[in-house]
C-alpha cells in the first residue's frame, strides 16, 4: 500500500518562503493525480494546489502566484513551493493522491 511522507514545514516570518517535500513509496504515486490540502487551525481543510501526472497544475485562487506545485514522478516524490507567506497559511499541510493522505506536517508563518 502506497504511503506518503510530508516534510519542510516550520516555523517562518511572514514574507519567507518554504518548500514541502511529499516522498511516496511505490509506483502508484507516479500514475496518479497529486494534491496538497491544508487545514489551518480550528478550520476545515482546503484544496491549496493540485497537479496531473504529466505535470498540469491548478491552484486555489488564495495561493496563485505565490505556491508552485511539482513532482519529479522519477523519485516518486512531490513538492510545493511557497513565498510570499503570510500568516493566513498558517496550517497543516497534507500531500494526497487519490484515497491516500500523508499525515501533514505543520507550517507557521509569524507575523
Known amino acids: 500500500q502506497v504511503q506518503l511522507v510530508e516534510s519542510g514545514g516550520g516555523l517562518v516570518q511572514a514574507g519567507g518562503s518554504l518548500r514541502l517535500s511529499c516522498a511516496a513509496s511505490?509506483?502508484?504515486?507516479?500514475?496518479?493525480?497529486m494534491a496538497w490540502y491544508r487545514q489551518p487551525p480550528g478550520k476545515p481543510r482546503e484544496l491549496v494546489a493540485e497537479?496531473?501526472?504529466?505535470?498540469?497544475?491548478n491552484y486555489v485562487d488564495s495561493v496563485k502566484g505565490r505556491f508552485t506545485i511539482s513532482r519529479d514522478n522519477a523519485k516518486n516524490t512531490g513538492y510545493l513551493q511557497m513565498d510570499s507567506l503570510t500568516p493566513e497559511d498558517t496550517a497543516v499541510y497534507y500531500c494526497?493522491?487519490?484515497?491516500?493522505w500523508g499525515k501533514g506536517t505543520l507550517v507557521t508563518v509569524s507575523s
Open positions: 494526497v493522491v487519490p484515497n491516500v
Open positions: 497537479i496531473t501526472s504529466g505535470g498540469i497544475a
Open positions: 511505490g509506483s502508484y504515486f507516479r500514475r496518479k493525480m
